[in-house]
């Protein structure tokens, strides 16, 4: 899962995040006849791997005027527009209701919700828009359906900081989501953001949400850890504590990281030089297989100075024998 996709996840596993998000992006006549109190998450994602290159989901299911329907949040990967977008859409919701159905639950109308946070604009329009010169007799034919597309950077940071979504911390979630691709900005309305946050990141809750918000910054920019801890600091002792350890864990899992890396590369090394001497020697590919211990298929891919990344776990030769 990418970093991107993780922070997405986590910050819309908070059932209270999505009822926010429902009732400020919902059009009127949605939104006022939904029973908030029914919203709940699923744990079943319906994207495919195919799909999985363009987007991730969170899915929930409510009440809406007495009808059963679910909610599909997804968020577009690529940070520029795509024009197969209502295609993709598309198999994401027959694969919704292929599951529905595998699993011997009713087929629910779905609301897709798409939230895109590149800087360039888009308006991806429907299905029956990606056909050219489409005739009236035609158009009855094609599965056009209607949803509901975010794009975050048709918002200023100031409209999201006062006006957009009551939740402070669904606030600083959209303004890094936002911001995430320009780095430069993003570092330095750290302390702006999280201003926000003063209060909640004295109580449980609104540090487990810091933490996601550190992780999301130390994996997917080249920020330094240090400027966000002192941005977190200025504003709570407390939010600046929990910051400082969390940075150090971080610290930690990158180390130990980055001397797996090193031991994968120095082992990978290793192996390539073994098969590729052993078939010099005129051992057959079979052999060597065995003698590494990896399958033929990666042998072979060795032998064709292809790009193969060994797992760690493969390369332990003397328990494996």
Same mark, same amino acid.
């Given at each position: ?28 006549? #949605? ?9 709940? @998450? ?10 999985? +290159? ?41 694969? #919704?209701? $292929?599951?529905?159905? $595998? ?9 897709? @919700? ?17 056909? $050219?010169?489409l005739p009236d007799a035609v ?19 100031? %409209? ?14 959209? *303004? ?8 430069? *900005? ?14 909640? %990141?004295? +109580? ?18 080249? @920020? ?58 005129? %051992? ?6 065995k003698i590494v211990n990896l ?27």
């Amino acid at each position: 899962m990418g970093h991107h996709d993780l922070f997405f996840k986590q910050t819309f596993s908070i059932r209270e995040h999505a009822v926010d998000y429902l009732q400020h992006i919902l059009p009127p006549e #949605l939104r006022e006849g939904i029973d908030y109190a029914t919203v709940t @998450i699923e744990k079943d994602s319906h994207v495919d791997t195919k799909l999985a +290159e363009y987007f991730s989901d969170t899915v929930y299911s409510c009440r809406f005027s007495g009808t059963d329907l679910k909610i599909a949040l997804l968020l577009e990967h690529k940070s520029h527009p795509d024009n197969n977008l209502p295609f993709q859409l598309h198999r994401y919701m027959a694969n #919704l209701w $292929k599951n529905s159905a $595998k699993q011997k639950q009713p087929r629910m109308p779905v609301i897709p @919700i798409v939230l895109y946070h590149g800087a360039d604009k888009w308006n991806p329009g429907l299905l029956s828009s990606r056909f $050219k010169n489409l005739p009236d007799a035609v158009r009855p034919f094609v599965p056009d359906f209607e949803y509901i597309f975010v794009n975050l950077s048709a918002y200023s940071n100031e %409209f999201i900081k006062e006006h957009f979504f009551t939740l402070a911390s669904l606030r600083i979630a959209m *303004l890094i989501m936002k911001n995430i691709f320009d780095q430069k *900005l993003l570092a330095q309305n750290l302390g702006n953001f999280f201003e926000l946050g003063r209060s909640i %990141f004295q +109580e449980a809750q609104g540090l487990n949400f810091l933490e996601s918000v550190i992780n999301y910054l130390y994996r997917a920019t080249e @920020i330094e850890i240090n400027t966000v801890v002192e941005s977190i600091a200025a504003i709570t002792i407390k939010g600046g504590e929990f910051a400082m350890s969390t940075a150090e864990r971080l610290r930690q899992e990158g180390r130990q990281e980055g001397m797996q890396k090193g031991m994968q590369k120095a082992s990978n090394k290793m192996i390539f030089s073994l098969v590729k001497n052993a078939k010099k020697q005129g %051992f057959p590919v079979e052999t060597i297989a065995k003698i590494v211990n990896l399958d033929i298929t990666l042998v072979k891919k060795i032998l064709n100075n292809e790009k193969v990344e060994i797992p760690l776990h493969l390369l332990d030769l003397e328990n494996n024998h």
